[in-house]
Nanobody, 124 residues
């Protein structure tokens, strides 16, 4: 397992940008696929994006495609989520997750390690 700590959340106006970071500890970070999920108040946790262990394959939820970009730096044991053109409906707690899911999995159950989350609030 890896330990994950998210950062970079905050309050931003609609149309703005934020970059979330997730720092991992542990020697095996580069073996894991990484994902970002989010949970809005009163709603179920939802898939946002995932990236393969090499960074060569990425998948996105339709709701963020074209606006969000997931990336990773294995040397820094970090994964990032660049969020552009933010909308009020993007408001949520964002979690990063690590695991060995089937390629492109959007199921939270396929990821074994989770961070504590970082709040993103988009004002209209």
């Amino acid at each position: 397992q890896v330990q994950l700590v998210e950062s970079g959340g905050g309050l931003v106006q609609a149309g703005g940008s934020l970059r979330l970071s997730c720092a991992a500890s542990g020697r095996t970070f580069s073996r894991y696929a990484m994902g970002w999920f989010r949970q809005a108040s009163g709603k179920e946790r939802a898939f946002v994006a995932t990236i393969s262990w090499s960074g060569g394959t990425t998948y996105y939820a339709d709701s963020v495609k074209g606006r969000f970009t997931i990336s990773r730096d294995n040397a820094k044991k970090s994964v990032y989520l660049q969020m552009n053109s933010l909308k009020p409906e993007d408001t949520a707690v964002y979690y990063c997750a690590a695991g060995s899911p089937p390629s492109g999995s959007d199921r939270g159950a396929d990821y074994g390690s989770w961070g504590q989350g970082t709040q993103v609030t988009v004002s209209s």
